[in-house]
Every structure is written in structure tokens, then in C-alpha cells.
């Protein structure tokens, strides 16, 4: 198998486009065949799906990848797909509004809570789903896991209103992002792919100073993920320092003198 | 000719991905070594493809490649680098006449005949006519990849695109394909076929629904997409670990400052470059969750060899070995890396850490990450203020920046060198802190 083909080239995908053709090739029947052993698909169709899925890919050949490939520092693949996936992605699809019904951090129960689903978002870390919601009587941009929730169910809501909170979500999201600097400590740019490799998830942007052989990446978050930024800083160690954003200078301040401190008599 | 390759386009896409705005023309050319002219050339040829691939932009909108892979979590819906995947180059006539019988073919199954005939009929006049033999060979190639079937039946044979799988789902069942190939591609690797497929079905269902309806509800929080940058060399080395064969690449260690050289074809011209020429036999490849990366791990003649997957270039199969031999090699290798955090063929150690749980009116978050992220290591000692984590690794090195970026809740007990590099390490790290404690 070859991932450079003719038949993936740019120019026949925009004529076959054009001329509204759909093609599918080996390689992504055999990819599609390999998934559908995966325990998800059974969270994901209904069983009279992927039967038919299963038969229409009968001829072709799984893609057998696991006998080579070793996947390390992975974590417990708790949740791929979840139950409230189909219904709540036609929930999002339809513009509808819903009745939510769900569990606190707590355990506390909140009832019939009127919202409108805008997206799901699946956690790469925690490997769990969680619907992103707007509370319709808080004015509140919420995010509840999946798990959390009791029950759901559709709740109409006029159209023009639904367009009107979902231009005000998109508006809103992208301006709750805040800005913070790390440099990458200079006597560490022999480790700098690695380094770089470790922020390539996140929005940034990097600056080089040609002349002080120096890097700085400028991450871009929402203030309320700035925990899952530390932990990456406290990852690299010394090869990054926090150059701006005060409550990432603290916060790294205060792990190293509580983590010294732990160490007690051994530390002095 | 020289077989197509795309290690330029790949080296620097990552590059770009990586360092996102750090670096102007001459110091991208210096560090892929090659000249600012061919880096031009090679930004014009990705610029072309990207405007192509994504043919919404309305004209004057075309955008810098820089600006069409700018990573951003709630936009950046679609894989940024997939296009990549697209550069295989086809004449212009073929990609006509290629794409011209696949939407005869979707209509009814036709012989070569019929569809010499259609080619005849709709290729624009200025393109050269194509014979039969080039008619053969197109669809000997589109059977070889799937895309097309021979009909069952005498000759003349008859081709109809093979493509039951949109035709026999209703569109409900569509959507969740749509949905399930998306989840996967995002969450499994590898994933450009999925990609692809995603790429193909959601143009599909764009294409006949009447009213434009959300189709993309996900989103993928801390995601590394530049990986699939690397798979590009991923079936390769598959293909050739399950041929037994050795293989033969130019290796640019991620620490050396080029990382591409031109593949000059008057060895008179060869410059110096600082790429080491390997012939190894591969055995296994590694992806790493930690940072996105992926390994190959092979024989040489120094024993197990280590790559970084981002540092081959000029991949290709060699002589094939014994099967003896290669099951040999193949067994002292997963031997050595049982105990691997990640790839370290190290001695095994013994760590011991210490983790404090969180205050009482909280869930207990760090005992739920050990758990989730702690691969085979176990707790062997709970009580209300803490747990004791125990792990044999090879080597204390790869799993260090996991139990350090616990913070002050993990405290390591064993080995005690371990210890001891810990303190040192945090004690460096509140010295970068210290100075401006009055300022923040």
C-alpha cells in the first residue's frame, strides 16, 4: 500500500468533484474494515449497519497494521464512542434545543435544564466525550461529560433564536483565549523537535531570535485549560521557562517549592 | 525517472507545523538544506495543491500555505496536512480522461469500447486522444487500487465503480459512517485512509443534502496533528517488515540543523551534507503517545538501531533476509522493549513514587490519571493521604517527564538516584521562578 497514489492526486479529486463522482479505494475499505473490529462500532450503528457494513466489506482485506506497530505511553482506552453520540450529534445537526438532565462533579443531580448543543468534544487526555452546551436560562457556556448525563431529549426552539446563540457561541469562544510565553532554555535547542513536538498540540506561535539562538512559543488557551499547559511545562522540566503569564510563573513556582518540600530533609 | 518523491514537501510542512512563524525563507532553506530557490519552487508546487484541495476559496481569497495549515482548535476542522497526500503528480490529459471515466463508470458498467467511445465524445478536443491500450491501462490501474470492478461475464469484460458502500446506505446510515470513520481517524492511528475516506464521504453528504447542515459536531481537544505527516513512510516500512527485507534510507538525526538534502542526480554536484546514509533491517515501529512521535526499531550490525521516523528520508527496500534470522532479531527485540516506556532498551529499574491525593471535596484526579496514563505499573500501597505507585522500566530516563509533570503530588522513593535528579531538577527549576516572586 502506498499513500502517494495517482488516483489521490489533487486534480482528480476537484474533478471528481465536479462532476460529483464518489470514489473509495482499497486502502480506505481495508482501514474501514480494520475500525469495525474496534468495540466501538458497536456503540456507533445499529446492529442491522454494521451488518450490512461488515457484509459489503467482505471482500476486502484488513489492513493488519497491529502486527507491526506497537503503540507505547498510551493510555486505558476507556471510551471511544459513546451511546449519546448518534443522538446528540442529531441533536447538534438539527439545531434543536434539549432538555438536559444531568450529575454534578458532586454527585449532585441537576433536573431539566433547557439548553443548545453546539458541539461534542472528545478529550484526547482523559479519552472520554463531553457535550458542549449553551444554558438558555444561565446565559452559560457549558461542557458536562457524557458519563454525567441522566437523561436527554429534544426541546424545540425557534430557529431565528437557536442561529442568534450559536453566532454569539462562535463569537464568545474564540475571545476566552489568553496568551502565555515559554522560551525554550537556550542550552536545550539540541532537544528543540522534541520540545516543539510537545507543544504541537495547542495553538501557537513560535518566534526565533537569529542573533540570541533563542526560541519562544506563544500558546494561545482558554483560561480554564491552563492545567493541562502546566503539566506539559512541568513535563519538560528546566528545558522551558514561563516568560509571560504571571499565573503560570506562580503556579510553577509553587509546585517546585511544594515538591522540594516534600522531600524534606533530603532537599537541604 | 527518479521515483516521486515527497520528503522536501514532508520535511518542511513539519518543519513549518513545529516552528509555526519562527522562521523566513533563507533560514528555512538553510536548515532543509537546500537552496532558497528550491524552496520557492517547492512552496509553489504545496501552494498550488492547498488552493486546489480546498477550491471554496473564492479567487484573490488563495491563501499562503503558512496561513492554510495555522492550527486552530475551533476551525481547523478538516486535517490540516492531508493534502499532502494529494501531491502525487498526474499529467494533465490523465487526471482529465482518469476522473472523466470514473463518472461514466458511476453511471453503468461499460466496456473499454464504450468507454474509448465516451472519451472520444467529452475529452476537451485540445487534449491528446487516448488509444485503447491507454484505456486498458487506466482501468488495469483503477481495479489495482479498488476503485473499479470487473463485472462478472464473458468478454467483452464490463467496469462499474466500485462504490456499494454509499449505494446500499440510507443516508441516516451515512451520517453514521460519517461519524464513526471521523471518531476513528482522530482517536486511532494510523489514520490518512480514514482521512481520505472522511474527506470523500463528507463530500458526498454535502453534495445531497439540500440544505447545508452541520455535518462536522466534533471536536478533538490536544490532538497531535502533525503526525500523519509520518505515515507517509509508514506503509513502506510495513511492506518491507513483512517481506523480511532490509531497508535503505538517508537518516537526519532530529539534533543535527538540516534535516532534508537535494538527491542530486551528477554525483559531481554532491555537496557535503550531514544526513548518514543506514541500511538496516526493520523489525517494528513504535508510535509514542507521549508526544506524537513515531519510531522505527530495527537490526544492524550494532544490534538494535533506534530512528525517529521524522529523520527518514530516500526510503527504500533492500535484500531480503531468512525468515530464521528475522524471527531472531524480531524476539530479542520484544525481549528488550518489554519494559519500554517508551523505547529504551535499558536495564530495568524498579521506581517507586509517591502520590498525594487531593483534599477531600474533590474527585481524585491524580489517582485517576496513574491509573489512566501509568501503562502496566500498579499501586501497591493506598491510604487517605496517598498512594505508592510501582514500575519496572528500562531506565528511569523516558518515564521522568511523566512523573515530573505531576508536580509536588508525586514524590519519587525509589531509586534513589532518581530521587536525587528530581530535587536537583526542581530545585533548578524554582531558581528560574525565584527572582521575580515579588512580581507575580
Known sequence: MNLFEKIFNYQVLARLEDSGTFMITSHERAWLKTMLDHPAAIEAFTAETLDKLRSLLEQDQRMNTSDHLLEKAKSTEGQVYHPLLRPLRRHITNTSGICITYQLKRGQVLSEQSGLPYKLEYSMVKKEWYLLWYHLRRRAFMRTRLNSIVTVSTESIPTEKAELILAHVARTLDSRKSDVVIEIVREYNQELSRILYA??????????????????????LPGDE????????????????????????????????KALERYGADYT | MAKESFDKEIQYLRMLTLTSGAYNRQQF???LGISVHTFDKTIKKLKTIVNTTYQQLAPGQEKQVSES?????????????????????????????????????????LTTMEL????????????PLPDEKTI????????????????????PFRYRLHNDLIQQLSDEELYDLYDYVDVMANTQVPSVQGYLLRDGLKKHLARNQVEKQVIEPFLYKYHYYSRILDEAHLFTLLRAIRNRRKVCFLYFSPKAEKSYASQNTNPLFERDHEGKVEQTLPLKIIYDH????????????????????????????????????????????????????????????????RFFNPGEMEPNFIRNRVLLQGQWGQIIEENDDFFVYEITVNGTFEIKPWLRSFGSSCEIVEPIQLRREMIAEWKEIQAYYEPVRENI
Not at chain 1, 493541562?228 to 510563573?249: C, Q
Not at chain 2, 486498458?136 to 468478454?155: F, M
Open chain 1, 199 to 220: 507543544f504541537s498540540c495547542f495553538e501557537k506561535d513560535v518566534a526565533y531570535d537569529e542573533e540570541q539562538d533563542t526560541y519562544h512559543v506563544k500558546v494561545s
Open chain 1, 226 to 257: 491552563m492545567e493541562f499547559l502546566l503539566s506539559k511545562i512541568r513535563f519538560l522540566g528546566k528545558r522551558v521557562r514561563v516568560i509571560e503569564g504571571n499565573y503560570l510563573k506562580r503556579r510553577m513556582l509553587e509546585a517546585s517549592t
Open chain 2, 29 to 31: 532553506a538553510e536548515r
Open chain 2, 69 to 109: 495549515i495555522r492550527y486552530s482548535y475551533y476551525e481547523s476542522i478538516d486535517p490540516l496536512l492531508l493534502f499532502i497526500f494529494r501531491a502525487k503528480s498526474v499529467k494533465e490529459s490523465e487526471s482529465y480522461r482518469i476522473s472523466l471515466l470514473l463518472a461514466a463508470m458511476s453511471e453503468e458498467a
Open chain 2, 116 to 127: 474509448m467511445d465516451i472519451c472520444c465524445r467529452d475529452l476537451n478536443p485540445d487534449l
Open chain 2, 136 to 155: 486498458r491501462a487506466d482501468l488495469k490501474y483503477l481495479e489495482e487500487v479498488g476503485v473499479i470492478k470487473r463485472e462478472a461475464g464473458t468478454r
Open chain 2, 290 to 353: 507521549q508526544y506524537g512521535r513515531w519510531y522505527l526499531l530495527s537490526n544492524g550490525r550494532e544490534g538494535v538501531r533506534k530512528y525517529r521516523m521524522e529523520g527518514i528520508t530516500q526510503l527504500e527496500e533492500t535484500e531480503a533476509v531468512s525468515e530464521e534470522l528475522w524471527d531472531k532479531k524480531s524476539s530479542e527485540l520484544a525481549e528488550k522493549i518489554k519494559y519500554s516506556w517508551l523505547i529504551d532498551t535499558g536495564r530495568p529499574v524498579t521506581v517507586r513514587a
